[in-house]
C-alpha cells in the first residue's frame, strides 16, 4: 500500500534554485531535489550515485519543466533500509514520491540500477507515465543483450552481489572504489570534484555500502518481476533508450520486441555516466523527446541515428 507524506523544505546553496525536500513515501524517507515549474519530469539514477548525477542537466529542463531527482531508497540522504532493493519496490517508491507531490502526470528519466524501476513504472501505470527515457542498463535476461553479455556481467556484479563480501572488503576504501568508476564512466575525463566528493561521502561506510549492493543482491527478483511484467502485457508508453560505452544498444534491443513506441540513439564518444560526462549531447536528445508536440502517442517510432558529443 502506498502512503505517501511529503515533509521538510530547504534550499540548497550550492545549487541555486534547487530544493531540498524529505519525502516520506512507502515506508522510507527520500531525499528529493526540486528545480522549475511545468510538467514533471522524474529523474532516477544509479551506482555509485545521488541525484546529484543530474546537476548539468537539471537547470536547462528545469526551463520547462518541473524537475523532480530523489536519492533513491538507500542512497544519498535517503532512508538506509534493510530490504526493498528490487525494482518492482523501487518503482512503488517512485509512484508514491509523484503521488506525495501531488504529480498526476510525469514524463520518467532512468539510468543504470535506475533503469529497471523507470521501466516497471511505465508498465504498471501508463497512465501516470507519459514519456520513458532509459540509459546504460539492462532489463533482467530479456532477449536482445547477449552480445554484450557474451563474456558474462562486468566483474563488479558478482562481487556485489555476495552478501556482507563487498562492504567489507571496500570499508575504509570508499573513495578509490568510487573514483574507479567515475574515471571508467567518464573515459578517464572525471567529473566535477564538488559531485565526486558527494558521491563518495553517500556510499562511505559499511551500511551505505550495504544498501548499495542490495541492488545488485536483488537482481534475481528484479530479474523476474520485469519478466512477469512482459508477459503480462507491452510498452505502450513512447519510450527512448540511450546508450554509450559500454552498453551501446544492447537496451534498446531488449526493449524492441516489447515496446510500442520506440527510439534508440547511442551518444558517441561517451561513457556510462552520460549526464556528467555528455550532458550537451543528452540534453539534444532529451529536449525535443519530452517537448510537447512530440511525437504522440499512437504513432510510430523507430531507431534513430546515433547522437553525438
Known amino acids: 500500500m502506498l502512503t505517501p507524506v511529503a515533509s521538510s523544505h530547504s534550499s540548497d546553496p550550492r545549487h541555486p534554485g534547487v530544493e531540498l525536500r524529505r519525502v516520506a513515501v512507502n515506508g522510507v524517507e527520500l531525499d528529493v531535489a526540486l528545480q522549475g515549474e511545468g510538467p514533471a519530469v522524474l529523474l532516477l539514477h544509479g551506482f555509485p550515485h545521488t541525484w546529484q548525477l543530474w546537476t548539468r542537466v537539471m537547470g536547462p529542463l528545469a526551463e520547462h519543466h518541473r ?7 538507500g542512497a544519498g540522504a535517503s532512508t538506509r533500509a534493510a530490504d526493498g532493493y528490487d525494482a518492482g519496490t523501487l518503482a512503488c517508491d517512485a509512484e508514491a514520491l509523484l503521488e506525495a507531490l501531488g504529480v498526476r502526470s510525469a514524463d520518467v528519466v532512468g539510468i543504470d540500477a535506475g533503469t529497471p524501476p523507470a521501466f516497471l513504472l511505465a508498465m504498471r501505470r501508463p497512465d501516470l507515465v507519459r514519456r520513458l527515457v532509459v540509459m546504460e542498463s539492462l532489463l533482467g535476461g530479456l532477449p536482445g543483450a547477449e552480445e554484450f553479455l557474451a563474456r558474462g556481467a562486468p566483474w563488479w556484479f ?25 574515471d571508467a564512466g567518464s573515459l578517464g575525463e572525471g567529473v566535477d570534484p564538488a559531485v565526486r566528493d558527494a558521491f563518495v561521502r553517500a556510499y562511505t561506510g559499511t551500511e551505505a555500502l550495504r544498501c548499495a549492493f542490495s541492488y545488485y543482491r536483488a537482481l534475481p527478483t ?69 517537448a510537447a508536440g512530440g511525437t504522440p502517442s499512437g504513432a510510430p517510432m523507430t531507431s534513430g541515428p546515433a547522437g553525438s558529443r
Do not use: N
Not at 524537475?67 to 531508497?73: H, I, K
Not at 558478482?158 to 567515475?182: C, K, Q, S
Not at 520486441?257 to 555528455?278: Q, S, T, W, Y
Open 67 to 73: 524537475v523532480v531527482a530523489p536519492d533513491m531508497r
Open 158 to 182: 558478482g562481487f556485489h552481489a555476495v552478501p556482507g563480501l563487498a562492504e567489507t572488503v571496500l570499508t575504509g576504501h570508499e573513495a578509490r572504489y568510487v573514483d574507479w568508476f567515475l
Open 222 to 290: 528484479s530479474g523476474e518481476q520485469i519478466a512477469q511484467a512482459v508477459a503480462g502485457g507491452r510498452l505502450t508508453v513512447p519510450t527512448m533508450a540511450v546508450g554509450a560505452r559500454p552498453v551501446g544498444r544492447a537496451l534498446e534491443r531488449q526493449l524492441r520486441p516489447v515496446a510500442d513506441h520506440l527510439v534508440g540513439h547511442v551518444i558517441e564518444d561517451c561513457g556510462h555516466i552520460i549526464p556528467l560526462h555528455r550532458p550537451e549531447g543528452l540534453l539534444r536528445l532529451l529536449e525535443p523527446f519530452l
